[in-house]
Nanobody
Framework: VQLQASGGGLVQAGGSMRLACTVSGGSFINRAVAWFRQAPGKEREFVAG????????AYTDFVKGRFAISRDNPKNTLYLQMNSLNTEDTAVYYCARRINLVLRTDHREYDDWGQGTQVTVSS
């Protein structure tokens, strides 16, 4: 299975960006998927995750109200819409897939990972 993340780049504080992650070579529709991020010198942390649909979405506190996760099952694609970005959101963002539809926030419970996409927010 391959997870291909895209959409990162440089944005000014207060701006928006949308990340996408396409899953190929493996199941998508019956797996929980999530976004994590890792800043230099920090541990990988959960950002947002989703089970079968948006009704199962979960967010970490520091992105609630600013980020929105969604999935397009026919397209095998996961999205992360990020609004009101600030410099603390600067990190490499990774998409990940679990073995089933049960959402977890611990990165150690995810089996498959994308390569990461850099998001840099300038002040």
């Amino acid at each position: 299975v391959q997870l291909q993340a895209s959409g990162g780049g440089l944005v000014q504080a207060g701006g928006s960006m949308r990340l996408a992650c396409t899953v190929s070579g493996g199941s998508f529709i019956n797996r929980a998927v999530a976004w994590f991020r890792q800043a230099p010198g920090k541990e990988r942390e959960f950002v947002a995750g989703i089970g079968y649909d948006v009704g199962t979405a979960a967010y970490t506190d520091f992105v609630k109200g600013r980020f929105a996760i969604s999935r397009d099952n026919p397209k095998n694609t996961l999205y992360l819409q990020m609004n009101s970005l600030n410099t603390e959101d600067t990190a490499v963002y990774y998409c990940a897939r679990r073995i089933n539809l049960v959402l977890r926030t611990d990165h150690r419970e995810y089996d498959d990972w994308g390569q990461g996409t850099q998001v840099t927010v300038s002040s």
